[in-house]
């Protein structure tokens, strides 16, 4: 199949196919019991998918893997080529509680979702990691354009001519919009060194309990090792137009720090003075 077609929405490219079916996502209507996962492409989105699963189903690994892949959690903007409905439409059926996704700004959200006061938590990943793993992605998806070299497509990410846009905007406004809503803002770096703690974290925020032998499960579960040889997890069941997992696995990397092994030391240079400019001001900081 072609790549996704982008539409352009407040500035931001987005991977939708036309201004009416944009219309009718923000015209999405969420649910309170709503619990939405909010996060930039490729920041472990799939991830927090499962841990989130698991907490639900409190370990239960049957009950989560009943669930089918990439119809479990149904993003609220894609429009995924490949299938009958759009994935916000299977979210009209779904019962509650509901487990949404979402790669969208705070600023283009469904205003039900703040009316509803859903909570949400929003996973940030350091902008080096996730442009790598962006552009890995690009190359293994017919859903997104040839990335072409990685300089290339370093550029694209820093000018947030990608799909979703800018890196930077995207978790600064989400990190302004967590003093106003039920948003719990979590990292990716984080998550992997403290798992238990940031799963402590994600119970409180969602006034849940479980046993230290669930959690402990969950976390064994969740680890990379494991969810890379959980097909529901490592998108295996995707059809191979879609994903060519030759050109690179979706459960790739999963290591902090795995930049030093692509950026150049002009790129790195360059970038981190775009950063500087483009993140001087606020008070968000990443562990890189
Ligand atoms: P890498 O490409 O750096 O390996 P998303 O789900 O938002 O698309 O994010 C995908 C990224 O999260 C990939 O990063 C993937 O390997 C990583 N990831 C997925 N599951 C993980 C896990 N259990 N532990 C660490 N990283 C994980």
Redesign the pocket.
Known sequence: PPPMSILEVGGVPLPISSNEIWDKISKFEARPDDLILA?Y???????MQ?ILDMIQNEGDVEKCKRAISLDRHPFIELTFPFKKKYDFEMALEMPSPRLLKTHLPSHLIPPSVWRQNCKIIYVARNAK?CL??YY??HRMTTLLPDPKSLEEFCQKFMSGEVAYGSWYDHVKGWWAAKDKHQILYLF?EDV?KNPKHEIHKVLEFLEKTLSEDVINKIIHH???DV?KKNPM?NQSTVPSSIYDFTVSP??????PG?WKNHFTVAMNESFDKHFEKKMGETTLTFCV
């Open positions: 996060t492409p490729k920041s472990g989105t799939t991830w499962e990691d790598v793993s890995h992605y990716y992997k969740t680890s990379f969810m997890a979706f459960m790739r990397k999963g290591m795995d």
